[in-house]
Antibody
């Protein structure tokens, strides 16, 4: 059973960079066949896809966030990471990491982590 | 970007009743790449349906999906107490992948 767990600061100051890591267990990122992604949910709102990455490093970004987002992968640690720069209060959200499975949908999700942008 | 509009916003039903949720796309969804997720408070979304009509692993057969092009439907044949939640549709055939705003199924 694949499990994902987000980690990172719960509070980030405006204009700084939000950094989160997702650790995958029960399966190896480098086994291939899947993409690994980030989705966020603003408080009380819907879901927004941010980005995903293949184990080889190929990346896909939501154009609305692309200029501020970097996704990376560390196959040796079975981790992938998200960096979102120049954050504002509008980036306050629950951030989920997820696996994009062989059917191209997000079939395994982390529990989510709330990141608040505030001074 | 494909905009997904879900209706109704809230559905008030009793256990045992049938729920019909709609998801309409602003343009045709490629290859019926349309999924449905269930989300309960404080929890991550759970994949229910992919490819418009295929149930994900472990999903009860009271959940069914249908549709193509721009109009899709999630049907819950007989609501169980654990089905009261928010449901989201997602299209993953065109980039960027987008989600609908959700339909809340609440106990009447």
């Amino acid at each position: 059973q694949v499990q994902l767990q987000e980690s990172g600061p719960g509070l980030v100051k405006p204009s700084q960079t939000l950094s989160l890591t997702c650790t995958v267990s029960g399966g190896s990122i480098s086994s291939g066949g899947y993409h690994w992604g980030w989705i966020r949910q603003h408080p009380g709102k819907g879901l927004e896809w941010i980005a995903y990455i293949y184990y080889s490093g190929t990346t896909y970004y939501n154009p609305s966030l692309k200029s501020r987002v970097t996704i990376s992968v560390d196959t040796s640690k079975d981790q992938f990471s998200l960096k979102l720069s120049s954050v504002t209060a509008a980036d306050t959200a629950v951030y989920y990491c997820a696996r994009r499975g062989s059917d191209y949908v997000f079939d395994y999700w982390g529990q989510g982590t709330l990141v608040t942008v505030s001074s | 970007e494909i905009v997904l509009t879900q209706s109704p916003g809230t559905l008030s039903l009793s256990p045992g009743e049938r729920a019909t949720l709609s998801c309409r796309a602003s343009q045709s969804v490629s290859s019926s790449y349309l999924a449905w997720y269930q989300q309960k408070p404080g929890r991550a979304p759970r994949l229910l349906i992919y490819g418009a009509s295929s149930r994900a692993t472990g999903i009860p057969d009271r959940f069914s999906g249908s549709g193509s092009g721009t109009d899709f439907t999630l049907t819950i044949s007989r609501l169980e107490p654990e089905d009261f939640a928010v449901y989201y549709c997602q299209q993953y055939g065109n980039s960027p992948e987008t989600f609908g705003q959700g339909t809340k199924v609440e106990i009447k």
